[in-house]
């Protein structure tokens, strides 16, 4: 088992629902990034470790861990501290990907800390973690409508008809990811934190 440390290697966690019921649910858009990550880098999701389906590749020569923690949403930061822990993992070099409805749909945010807003995948990383100080990506998938409660809109399946606009913001979100690894947060930030033009 390699054990490699630090500044060399990046982790990028997307926040899920592990099983074929929750696989296309607007609460699993942080497991469709690293689906999408996963085939940029050429390489599968073939191994468990810590609890998360996990998977490494390179990219611009600096090693890049994927997981999907397969503990429900609620508990993902059991998954996310014990990889910190294996890898040496410094919280600059995480990069946490997760579903977020106080953003329009298809809008992206990268920020360096911050609290969980309510999102309970985010609440156990901060909480096992024991700081808000790591870098994050939040993908918008908007509001409920009308007076609909936001567990039931968030475990409800994207629908078929934002099918393209939904591939194309998945791989924008890839590229931002993929800039965080190779120029840094603040070079992420500053291109991809802006409407889509």
Excluded at 50 to 66: E, S
Excluded at 127 to 150: A, V
Excluded at 164 to 180: H, N, P, V
Aim: no cysteine.
């Amino acid at each position: 088992m390699f054990s490699q440390t630090s500044s060399q290697s990046y982790l990028i966690i997307g926040l899920g629902n592990p099983g074929r019921d929750y696989r296309n649910n607007r609460h699993n858009i942080g497991f469709m990034l690293m689906d999408r990550l996963a085939e940029r880098l050429s390489i599968e999701f073939t191994r468990i470790q810590h609890k998360a389906l996990f998977t490494d590749g390179r990219y611009k020569g600096t090693r890049i861990l994927l997981a999907k923690p397969q503990t429900y949403m609620n508990n993902s930061g059991q998954s996310v501290g014990a990889l910190m822990r294996f890898f040496k993992i410094p919280a600059s070099n995480l990069l946490v990907a997760y579903d977020d409805v106080d953003l329009p749909f298809a809008t992206l945010r990268m920020r360096a800390s911050g609290g969980s807003a309510g999102q309970k995948g985010m609440k156990s990383v901060i909480q096992h973690l024991k700081t808000e100080e790591f870098p994050r990506l939040r993908l918008g998938i908007d509001r409920p409508p009308g007076r609909m409660s936001t567990p039931d809109y968030v475990l409800q399946d994207f629908s078929s008809d934002i099918a393209e606009e939904l591939a194309i913001f998945l791989d924008r979100a890839a590229d931002a990811a993929l800039k965080f690894t190779s120029e840094g947060l603040d070079a992420a930030m500053t291109q991809y934190n802006r409407s889509e033009s």
